[in-house]
């Protein structure tokens, strides 16, 4: 039985329809950040589907310490508290220690654990203590059944509003591999299970200081993670990927993102009708 919660207004997990984490690599401006959200409110209302904004307010991983990490911890914050307020969205962030954890419980509903970090004890034990729900992501370096560990020094403090995200395994020298049987295998701890569409999509560090990725190839691991009973889908969008500030080898452009969303739906509902047989 998987575990059921929700994020603001969101249903995590729903039969009918999967929950959508999409947004920015990061926030790069206010009007930027709204342009997105509207963008995603418009779909939503259109085909039915929720969406959670997700927005990076700082990086601080990235490839190179010459790469753009933000404009400024309180500015970005506030702009995701202002999308939650303008859209009625709920909001996430990324946090990357403790003590980020307080500042960002303050503007967001949801806490995202970055892939590197998901087996810092202090950090997962923060951010369940927080009371605001976790998405935790799985590490490159982690095996799917191992996120149970995870998943539980969250649940230790007493908070169950956990969700565990797919986003490729490390896969020889600037490459990574999505094993859709993680899928399966992170569903069978009974938390709800993400597939991060434009993440497994990287060559991390193979564009000489930033992070590379094939693009072209979205759609076919987006829908064989339909396919494998996600519950829900994660995207890095923007209005002009090739100017994006992080991840631009990734991200999907915002024009089509909407026709995108509209045939991911319509496979889910496949799936969903035949597992009802």
Known sequence: MVQKFSVGQVSVPDESVPFLIAGPCVIESRAMAFEIAAELQRISREEGVPFIFKGSYRKANRSSGASFTGIGDREALEVLAAIRETFGMPVTTDVHETKEVELASRHVDLLQIPAFLCRQTELLV?????????????????????????????????NRRVMLTERGSSFGYHNLVVDFRGIVKMGETGYPVLYDATHSLQLPGAGHGVSGGERQYLMPLARAAVAAGVNGMFFEIHPDPPKALSDAAVQVALADFGAIVKQLLQLYRCVQSLQSL
Do not use: R
């Open 126 to 158: 923060a951010a369940g203590e927080s009371g605001l729900a976790v998405n935790i992501k799985k590490g490159q370096f982690m095996a799917p059944e191992d996120m149970v560990l995870a998943a539980a020094k969250v649940a230790q403090t007493g």
